[in-house]
T-cell receptor, first 112, second 112 residues
Framework: QKEVEQDPGPLSVPEGAIVSLNCTYSNSAFQYFMWYRQYSRKGPELLMY????GNKEDGRFTAQVDKSSKYISLFIRDSQPSDSATYLC????????????FGQGTELSVKP | SAVISQKPSRDICQRGTSLTIQCQVD?????MFWYRQQPGQSLTLIAT?????????ESGFVIDKFPISRPNLTFSTLTVSNMSPEDSSIYLC?????????FGPGTRLTVT
């Protein structure tokens, strides 16, 4: 079993839709949770960073962490074609130090 | 955040040769990381490179194959030695700033 599971998709939605991206994990020591966006042939770009449980909102993006269920989500409201990218969840903590454990990434396509 | 550059951005190399990838950051950082992203896959940590100490390698990666230098707080190199087609991948450096990791644009390596 992988430490972090993420559905690779691809996920295709119409412009304006609400997108929900999710990851589950097995290591209860994880405390830091991140979402990265990666456009084709580019490096990952940090979108959201959350410490421990709770919600965090930034513009059209909301990150949720439920440590009791070992489940994290990223919601994108009013999705735009420019949101088309691969979204990677990542997490760290416990005896992992600064090492990030990544999910496989979900490929998202927002159709105009 | 940080501005991170990598050189070269891409290269095509012959089997058995070596390639050194450079990573430059626009600010002084303690922790730098090197990741590999194989085609269609997520990111896997190769090693952690802290200035003033030997790099720490993850399971499955060895210094003879991936020697790393970290001469100062803004620069690091990763060498991919004695390359084989299995080393074809994207290599990314990242830096940690206040628990957040930021990535460079990556070096796309093809080994023929």
């Amino acid at each position: 079993q992988k430490e972090v599971e993420q559905d690779p998709g691809p996920l295709s939605v119409p412009e304006g839709a609400i997108v929900s991206l999710n990851c589950t994990y097995s290591n209860s020591a994880f405390q830091y949770f991140m979402w990265y966006r990666q456009y084709s042939r580019k490096g990952p770009e940090l979108l959201m960073y959350t410490y421990s449980s709770g919600n965090k909102e930034d513009g059209r993006f909301t990150a949720q962490v439920d440590k009791s269920s070992k489940y994290i989500s990223l919601f994108i409201r009013d999705s735009q074609p420019s949101d088309s990218a691969t979204y990677l969840c990542a997490m760290s903590g416990g005896n992992q130090g600064g090492k990030l454990i990544f999910g496989q990434g979900t490929e998202l396509s927002v159709k105009p | 955040s940080a501005v991170i550059s990598q050189k070269p951005s891409r290269d095509i190399c012959q089997r058995g040769t070596s390639l050194t990838i450079q990573c430059q950051v626009d600010s002084q950082v303690t922790m730098m990381f090197w990741y590999r992203q194989q085609p269609g896959q997520s990111l896997t940590l190769i090693a952690t490179a802290n200035q003033g100490s030997e790099a720490t390698y993850e399971s499955g990666f060895v210094i003879d194959k991936f020697p790393i230098s970290r001469p100062n707080l803004t620069f690091s190199t990763l060498t991919v030695s004695n390359m084989s087609p299995e080393d074809s991948s994207i290599y990314l450096c990242s830096v940690e700033i206040l628990y957040e990791q930021y990535f460079g644009p990556g070096t796309r390596l093809t080994v023929t």
